[in-house]
């Protein structure tokens, strides 16, 4: 491999970050083995953050848990653990259905002055709405409602998914409406196709939604 080449030649610098690209590389085309293999054959004076996130990005995605919680521990003691490797172990915790887990990652989180971004707080209303405990679904969707870079169309959606699955017809709709006037003048398909699938689910007519969409669509 050229990379092989470079790593043995003195003319040649590899960094940190390159280390951690490689890494990846490893683990998705020769698995998990090859890429702890690999990450032992790193200087530890190269093992910086990028590449223990890159370590815990294998484990995470492999799902394999004792592991990812060590390398994170790892990044905690070396100060390397930010927002990014917080939503990594969130996500985990959510494939894994860990709900107290995720939860308390996120008070640690608060506790340590760690921002958590759109996709914290998305992790952790997917994960309530998909149990579903509505009432903390409605404090995540409270605390993303008080800040204008963690809220659009999207987190209403799942809202109302977390709503229809406990059966509240009633606040489902209410999601979806406030979703359409997120919506409204903005021309994402995306958003306009969960909004026909929810909507379908919960036995609207089709006029009601092709009219629905024209609104958005005219603004």
Known sequence: MIFEWIKRSKDFYISPRDFAVELDLVSKAHGLEAAETYFTSIPDDLRTY??????????????VLKKAEDTMQKLKELAYAGTVAYNVMMTLYAKL?????????????????????????????????SVPDVTEMEKVLMKMEADPLLINWSPYTVVAKGYL???????????L???????K???????????????????????????????????
């Open 165 to 175: 699955k406990a059966g509240d017809i009633e606040k489902a709709n209410e999601s």
């Open 177 to 183: 409406k406030k979703c359409e006037n997120r919506l």
């Open 185 to 219: 003048g903005k021309r994402e398909k995306l958003g306009i196709d969960m909004l026909i699938t929810l909507y379908t689910s919960m036995g609207k007519k089709d006029v009601s939604i092709v009219y629905g969409i024209n609104t958005i669509l005219v603004g």
């Open 97 to 129: 259905g860990y709900l107290e887990k995720l939860q308390s990652l996120m008070l640690e989180m608060e506790d340590k002055g760690i921002p958590g971004d759109v996709i914290s707080y998305n992790i952790l209303l997917n994960a309530y709405a």
């Open 50 to 63: 990028q590449v223990y996130g890159a370590l815990l990005n294998c484990y995470a995605d492999a799902k």
